[in-house]
């Protein structure tokens, strides 16, 4: 039977509470003890990061992999519209607006309407639309906090610890 990390790291924390509060218990003992749990579960960590540095690099292929597809997408996607606009050259360049065949109706439609600004700032206000971003600045917030400055609004919390590895 496979003893877990987490079980592991349970028995190393309930050892740890024993050998404070007991007297019983020999220095060597102790480091026999302790010895054979932190192996242990120094090669279950060792064992999880190496599934977790797979993982990650799992997610870096699976990366790659959407970038190489959104290219191969956005080549169709132009290859396509490429021919569109042959069809529709085609289409003009035979002097028709429609042509029926037997699998499709193809009509050369009138353009629509765009609007297009020369100029923004000769616009009327009361067509021009005003947005305003408001954004706080943290990194200024963090150092007035961090040098005793009371920001109303603000405060700093620490967040969860994190695992780093090297």
């Known amino acids: 039977m496979s003893i877990t990390a987490i079980a592991l790291a349970s028995d190393y924390a309930k050892l740890q509470q024993l050998v404070e509060t007991s007297e019983e218990l020999t220095p060597e003992m102790i480091a026999d003890t302790l010895e054979g749990i932190e192996g242990a579960l120094g090669d279950k960590l060792d064992a999880a990061y190496t599934y977790v540095r797979n993982l990650e690099g799992l997610a870096k292929t699976v990366d790659e992999e959407v970038k190489r597809l959104a290219d191969r997408k956005r080549s169709f996607e132009n290859r396509a519209k490429s ?3 042959y069809v529709l050259t085609c289409l003009l360049a035979s002097g028709q607006d429609k042509l029926k065949t037997t699998s499709n109706t193809f009509t050369a439609a ?3 309407a765009n609007v297009v600004i020369d100029n923004v700032d000769l616009l009327p206000d009361d ?3 005003v947005q305003t971003l ?5 990194k200024a917030i963090k150092e007035a906090l961090e040098n005793g400055v009371d920001v109303k609004g603000a405060h700093i919390e620490i967040g969860e610890r994190t695992l780093m590895v090297r």
């Open 134 to 138: 408001v954004a706080p600045d943290k």
């Open 110 to 112: 009138k353009g629509r």
């Open 83 to 85: 021919i569109r606009q």
């Open 127 to 129: 067509l021009v639309a």
